[in-house]
């Protein structure tokens, strides 16, 4: 089953703006983990904001994470071309600790 | 540079065939897992090994098969069993404190698989 479920499913917009992406899982996390993905790639490891961690920040990169409505968002400011590529939250729950990936969101940002 | 390889980057296979994907780190991380990527549905996990000589099912192992000789090493075999096997196939590994910890996983640049 999906624990993690991504919002908007695609997002276009123009360089310099910014893109919030949002995210909401089912069970209690661990941690939730943001990953990106160019095309014909493998993932690449964002940002991990733990259960106790309400906001984080990384460069561009702002997330915010609301355990009382499970869900959580990843704010990209001044969006560049370059950050064309799509975007995967991926809850981290359980004793066995598994990692659940959502289904992506598809960033274009048009220069 | 550190980092993991998969191999090979495009790979067909005829029916009735078992093929081997290959995955190699050199980042000395005890963990590592295979994820299954279909178009519009994510990852999903296959198998994982947290140690030598140790692994486990994941969400759809069937028609997979595993092994962890080395630490470095997690080779994916698709058995003709797997009737569906189309698809981009990605390899990952963490820290041993990231499987049950709070590491992120690092991901090699997959393998996609076709029938032919």
């Known amino acids: 089953s999906q624990q993690g479920e991504e919002d908007p499913q695609a997002l276009s917009i123009q360089e310099g703006e910014n893109a919030t992406m949002n995210c909401s899982y089912k069970t209690s996390i661990n941690n939730l983990q943001w990953y990106r993905q160019n095309s014909g790639r493998g993932l690449v490891h964002l940002i991990l904001i733990r259960s106790n961690e309400r906001e984080k920040h990384s460069g561009r990169l702002r997330v915010t994470l609301d355990t009382s409505k499970k869900s959580s968002s990843l704010l990209i400011t001044a969006s560049r071309a370059a950050d064309t590529a799509s975007y995967f939250c991926?809850?981290?729950?359980?004793?066995?600790?598994?990692?659940?990936f959502g289904k992506g969101i598809t960033l274009s940002v048009r220069p | 540079d550190g980092g993991i390889t998969q191999s090979p980057k495009y790979l067909f296979r005829k029916e009735g065939q078992n093929v081997t994907l290959s995955c190699e780190q050199n980042?000395?991380?005890?963990?590592m897992y295979w994820y299954r990527q279909d178009p519009g549905q994510g990852l999903r996990l296959i198998y994982y090994s947290q140690i030598v000589n140790d692994f486990q099912k994941g969400d759809i192992a069937e028609g997979y098969s595993v092994s962890r000789e080395k630490k470095e090493s997690f080779p994916l075999t698709v058995t003709s069993a797997q009737k569906n096997p189309t698809a981009f196939y990605l390899c990952?590994?963490?820290?041993?404190?990231?499987?049950?910890?709070?590491?992120?996983?690092?991901f090699g640049d997959g393998t996609r698989l076709s029938i032919l």
């Open positions: 991926a809850a981290l729950t359980g004793a066995n600790s598994k990692l659940t």
């Open positions: 990952a590994s963490s820290t041993g404190q990231g499987a049950r910890g709070n590491q992120p996983q690092h």
């Open positions: 980042l000395n991380h005890d963990a």
